[in-house]
Nanobody, 123 residues
């Protein structure tokens, strides 16, 4: 079956960096768009970034976060720099057959999700 496993979360101070990883298995990795979403306590899950043929970001992370993928390792990364307390959330990896800048931001188009990894940024 399809499985996504995230790693790399942790507790950091504002201004620090973290790199999240998500390794997928169960179906041909390169055929699928990969995305990162996040959910803060009491808030809805929010789109963060996605990569298919292009990369897409929510405005609040542009210039600070970079999504990349290594198809030889079935892994997608999220490099997070200049972290802010408002970046604190559980970060989820997602996979789906998604095309286009509008659909990549729609939660329902992703049919596989990881278990999440906590990122906490202290001020």
């Amino acid at each position: 079956q399809v499985q996504l496993v995230e790693s790399g979360g942790g507790l950091v101070q504002a201004g620090d960096s973290l790199r999240l990883s998500c390794t997928a298995s169960g179906r041909p990795f390169s055929r699928y768009a990969m995305a990162w979403w996040r959910q803060a306590p009491g808030k809805e899950r929010q789109f963060v970034a996605a990569i298919s043929g292009s990369t897409y970001y929510v405005d609040s992370v542009k210039g600070r976060f970079t999504i990349s993928r290594d198809n030889s390792k079935n892994t997608v990364y999220l490099q997070m720099n200049s972290l802010k307390p408002e970046d604190t959330a559980v970060y989820y990896c997602a996979q789906g057959l998604v095309i286009g800048p509008t659909r990549v931001r729609v939660q329902g188009v992703y049919d596989a999700w990881g278990q999440g990894t906590q990122v906490t940024v202290s001020s």
